[in-house]
């Protein structure tokens, strides 16, 4: 059972910074989509950042320049650096992963919302996220 557990929320002033951790436990596959979502308080979900095993990366536009994402293979982790933190920046982070196919930059385009309760944008698993509580 492919397992995403997310950590490194907290709630912190503008302009600061935070790093979200994602530990990936069961995923066999060597060629993956990992990615972090964010969901404001009362909005629906959606792509912040994504990587793809071959380490290519894209961004949200609210994110670019702000925000990194990485991974370390070895530690099945995948990390979002965060800096200069808004308040609009708040709310639930989660990590996710599917096939490399989901890493496509039309990704950040839309809203996919969710049918049962289960989010798609094209990824098989996610974490049960972390919270982000950014003040002014």
């Known amino acids: 059972q492919v397992q995403l557990v997310e950590s490194g929320g907290g709630s912190v002033q503008a302009g600061e910074s935070l790093r979200l951790s994602c530990a990936a436990s069961s995923y066999t596959s060597s060629s993956y989509c990992m990615g972090w979502f964010h969901q404001a308080p009362g909005k629906e979900r959606e792509a912040v950042a994504i990587?793809?095993?071959?380490?290519?990366?894209d961004y949200a536009d609210s994110g670019k320049g702000r925000f990194t994402i990485s991974q370390d293979k070895a530690k099945r982790t995948l990390y979002l650096q965060m800096n200069n933190l808004k308040p609009e920046d708040t709310g639930m982070y989660y990590c996710?992963?599917?096939?490399?196919?989901?890493?496509?930059?039309?990704?950040?385009?839309?809203?996919?919302?969710?049918?049962?309760?289960?989010?798609?944008?094209?990824?098989?698993?996610w974490g049960r996220g972390t919270l982000v509580n950014i003040s002014s």
């Open positions: 990587i793809d095993s071959d380490g290519s990366t």
């Open positions: 996710a992963i599917g096939g490399q196919e989901a890493c496509v930059s039309t990704i950040f385009d839309y809203i996919d919302y969710p049918i049962d309760g289960i989010y798609g944008y094209g990824m098989d698993y």
